[in-house]
């Protein structure tokens, strides 16, 4: 069974950046649409980006000019770049398929907060 493994999530003040990454088990990024997705407490996932078998990419418009979504589909990896972090961008985040086909992992904590 494929496995989600996110990292990079942290504590950063606002306008900060922080680089998140997510790897698999399985080679199944060059086949896959690879997305983002956070949950903040209480709520349901979220859609944060997503792209078309590692070409265009797509952001909601609450993270786009922000946020970018880029892969290594040879180390099986996709990552999500985070500039001018805002209060509002805390939460946990996760890959996953775009739409959603796995289970999810146990997602990276991704806190902003002066």
């Known amino acids: 069974q494929v496995q989600l493994v996110e990292s990079g999530g942290g504590l950063v003040q606002p306008g900060g950046s922080l680089k998140l990454s997510c790897t698999t088990s399985?080679?199944?990024?060059?086949?896959?649409?690879m997305g983002w997705y956070r949950q903040r407490p209480g709520m349901e996932h979220q859609w944060v980006a997503s792209d078309i078998r590692g070409g265009n990419t797509f952001y909601s418009d609450s993270v786009k000019g922000r946020f970018t979504l880029s892969r290594d589909n040879a180390k099986n990896t996709v990552y999500l770049q985070m500039y001018s972090l805002r209060l509002e961008d805390t939460a946990v985040y996760y890959c996953n398929t775009a739409p959603v086909t796995l289970p999810w992992g146990h997602g990276t904590q991704v806190t902003v907060s002066s």
């Open positions: 399985g080679s199944i990024f060059s086949t896959q649409n």
